[in-house]
């Protein structure tokens, strides 16, 4: 990993510990964290409060310095402002010129990213639309709701039609009607060629639309992996039913019932052969099954037990 320009984004060894006025280090935000994000990607970038995302975000958006290693957007080091040309950036917290009017905010943008003249009124009318922020357009910023800030936000993110959008919590503050049509914009883009990282918060939007994710707790990463492998479920299906007491001894010669309620036992099977046996056996011993609840998990899940009890940390998996 070396500024390959087949990435969009790549982050070798990054540590930043902030210090305070007379140089005593304070915190340690990031604690070497290495990965790649490739071109074409919905790459999620997800952690707890204070995992060290946005400090992240800051690095590759060159505001602040890190205290050690690397990063490189589409194959340049990010003190390059070159390797910014075609990136779309939306920060966390923002305030725009509170004075100017959205339509005016998005033609300002434009200007300063060198949107051809042609093109500005064209996608600023395009992105107003999109956000549903068309009525609003001719009105100051300081008048807009949270939600609205936030979509012109993602509005001027996007008015340069860029390679790689970075976008730090993008939906904060969003009606759901306008997170499920962001998702879907997302995955235009993406189908357009396209990269989106965002840091964010709603793992169930990252679930459905990102290829990959990267948990960062502490500053160190600690899980990185397509969405799809970490959702791969286990074997284990939940069998529930209930059955005379007399008979849930015999039952227990091959499995291991557990008490739910009063009348009703459940069993975990292992396999399918143990759930087509174990419904076999139920039958046979005249139970009423109650429920057969098919493996299941989600990224929520799976983030709860990877930053609550897991310390599993993974060294970036490229091919992943
Ligand atoms: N300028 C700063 N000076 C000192 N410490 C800072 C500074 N900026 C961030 N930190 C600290 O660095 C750590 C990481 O903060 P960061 O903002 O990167 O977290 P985050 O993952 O974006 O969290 P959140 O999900 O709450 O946005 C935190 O402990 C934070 O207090
Ligand atoms: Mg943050």
């Given at each position: 990993m070396n500024g390959n320009g087949d990435n969009a984004i790549e982050i070798q060894n990054l540590e930043m510990v902030y210090s305070d006025l007379w140089g005593h280090?304070?915190?340690?935000?990031?604690?070497g964290i290495s990965f790649e994000v490739k071109k074409g990607e919905i790459f999620g970038f997800l952690g707890p409060n204070g995992a060290g995302k946005t400090t992240a975000i800051h690095i590759l958006m060159n505001f602040i310095y890190p205290t050690d290693g690397k990063a490189w957007i589409h194959g340049l080091?990010?003190?390059?402002?070159?390797?910014?040309?075609?990136v779309g950036f939306l920060p966390e917290l923002f305030e725009f010129?509170?004075?100017?009017?959205g339509k005016k905010l998005l033609k300002y943008l434009a200007d300063l990213a060198g949107v051809n003249s042609g093109e500005v009124e064209a996608r600023g009318r395009e992105l107003l639309e999109f956000f549903e922020m068309a009525e609003a357009?001719?009105?100051?910023?300081?008048?807009?709701?949270k939600g609205m800030k936030q979509k012109i936000g993602l509005a001027q993110a996007m008015i340069s039609d860029p390679d790689l959008l970075i976008l730090d919590?993008?939906?904060?503050?969003?009606?759901p009607i306008a997170k499920s049509k962001i998702k879907h914009k997302f995955l235009e883009l993406k189908e357009r060629g396209k990269t989106v990282f965002l840091s964010t918060h709603i793992l169930s939007d990252v679930q459905q639309i990102a290829d990959r994710v990267a948990i960062i707790n502490k500053g160190k990463v600690i899980k990185i992996d397509t969405v799809e492998n970490l959702l791969k479920k286990s074997d284990d299906t939940e069998v529930t039913f209930t059955l005379d007491d007399s008979k849930i001894e015999q039952l227990k010669q091959n499995w291991n019932p557990q008490h739910r309620s009063d009348s009703a036992y459940s069993i975990l099977t292992g396999s399918k052969q143990d759930k087509a046996g174990l419904i076999a056996r139920l039958s046979e011993l005249g139970a009423d099954i109650i429920s057969v609840i098919p493996p299941r998990t989600d990224l929520e899940e799976i983030f709860m037990q990877l930053v609550e009890n897991g310390t599993e940390i993974d060294k970036p998996d490229q091919q992943a």
């Amino acid at each position: 990993m070396n500024g390959n320009g087949d990435n969009a984004i790549e982050i070798q060894n990054l540590e930043m510990v902030y210090s305070d006025l007379w140089g005593h280090a304070r915190v340690r935000a990031l604690d070497g964290i290495s990965f790649e994000v490739k071109k074409g990607e919905i790459f999620g970038f997800l952690g707890p409060n204070g995992a060290g995302k946005t400090t992240a975000i800051h690095i590759l958006m060159n505001f602040i310095y890190p205290t050690d290693g690397k990063a490189w957007i589409h194959g340049l080091p990010v003190f390059n402002s070159e390797c910014r040309k075609r990136v779309g950036f939306l920060p966390e917290l923002f305030e725009f010129d509170k004075f100017l009017k959205g339509k005016k905010l998005l033609k300002y943008l434009a200007d300063l990213a060198g949107v051809n003249s042609g093109e500005v009124e064209a996608r600023g009318r395009e992105l107003l639309e999109f956000f549903e922020m068309a009525e609003a357009e001719n009105r100051k910023v300081k008048t807009y709701s949270k939600g609205m800030k936030q979509k012109i936000g993602l509005a001027q993110a996007m008015i340069s039609d860029p390679d790689l959008l970075i976008l730090d919590e993008p939906t904060s503050g969003m009606d759901p009607i306008a997170k499920s049509k962001i998702k879907h914009k997302f995955l235009e883009l993406k189908e357009r060629g396209k990269t989106v990282f965002l840091s964010t918060h709603i793992l169930s939007d990252v679930q459905q639309i990102a290829d990959r994710v990267a948990i960062i707790n502490k500053g160190k990463v600690i899980k990185i992996d397509t969405v799809e492998n970490l959702l791969k479920k286990s074997d284990d299906t939940e069998v529930t039913f209930t059955l005379d007491d007399s008979k849930i001894e015999q039952l227990k010669q091959n499995w291991n019932p557990q008490h739910r309620s009063d009348s009703a036992y459940s069993i975990l099977t292992g396999s399918k052969q143990d759930k087509a046996g174990l419904i076999a056996r139920l039958s046979e011993l005249g139970a009423d099954i109650i429920s057969v609840i098919p493996p299941r998990t989600d990224l929520e899940e799976i983030f709860m037990q990877l930053v609550e009890n897991g310390t599993e940390i993974d060294k970036p998996d490229q091919q992943a």
